[in-house]
């Protein structure tokens, strides 16, 4: 069994933002799968899924981004599930625009939800999904996160995000290393 977590802000507010590519990706996710992501548990909209077989929950942590840990932890905890079967998604402004990087572990960076779930976990070793949003020239960097696509960036976002279900459904079917090996860059 695995959890797939996209980070993102909960709230029409913050839908279609750079903040929330990794709720996209649930959303999508979702939709190729035939399911919904509805249910309220574990502070988190989730959606029960198979891929390949194994059963998978998809989730949407509704703490806000700086304390996804929480909701993550919990799921955990609850399904008992091990670090290797936890894949999070989310956005990071050090990859550009419509990239995608895949890690089998590693720090969280610059990303406040990931600092949270390392956190909460204690571990930084599970695999992760970064979607590259890009970095401003300049200005706020909170504006630019929550801040959404240029007519430009949108077209490389939507393949981006389709690029990121195909990655998810590869670590669960394939193992994380053939993912990274087909879908990093």
Same mark, same amino acid.
């Given at each position: ?46 959606? &029960? ?20 840990? &929480? ?27 419509? #990239? ?47 801040? #959404? ?9 939507? &393949? ?8 998810? &459904? ?16």
């Amino acid at each position: 069994m695995y959890i797939i977590v996209g980070l993102g802000n909960p709230g029409k507010k913050y839908s279609g933002t750079r903040h929330n590519v990794g709720f996209d990706v649930i959303d999508l996710l979702a939709h190729r799968l035939g399911i919904t992501v509805n249910k309220l548990k574990h502070k988190a909209l989730y959606g &029960e899924a198979r891929i390949g077989g194994e059963k998978v929950i998809l989730a949407k942590p509704q703490t806000f981004m700086n304390l996804s840990g &929480e909701s993550i932890r919990e799921m955990m905890q609850f399904y008992k599930i091990d670090p290797e079967n936890l894949i999070v998604i989310y956005d990071d402004i050090d990859v550009k625009v419509g #990239s995608l990087r895949i890690r089998q572990s590693g720090s969280a960076g610059t990303h406040n939800g990931m600092k949270s779930t390392i956190y909460q976990l204690q571990t930084d070793a599970f695999p992760r999904i970064r979607i590259g949003v890009g970095r401003p020239e300049f200005g706020d960097l909170s504006n630019y996160v929550l801040g #959404s696509f240029t007519k430009d960036e949108i077209p490389l976002m939507k &393949e981006s995000l389709e690029r990121a279900t195909l990655t998810v &459904e590869s670590i669960v079917i394939d193992g994380i290393d053939k993912a990274m090996n087909r879908y990093n860059g």
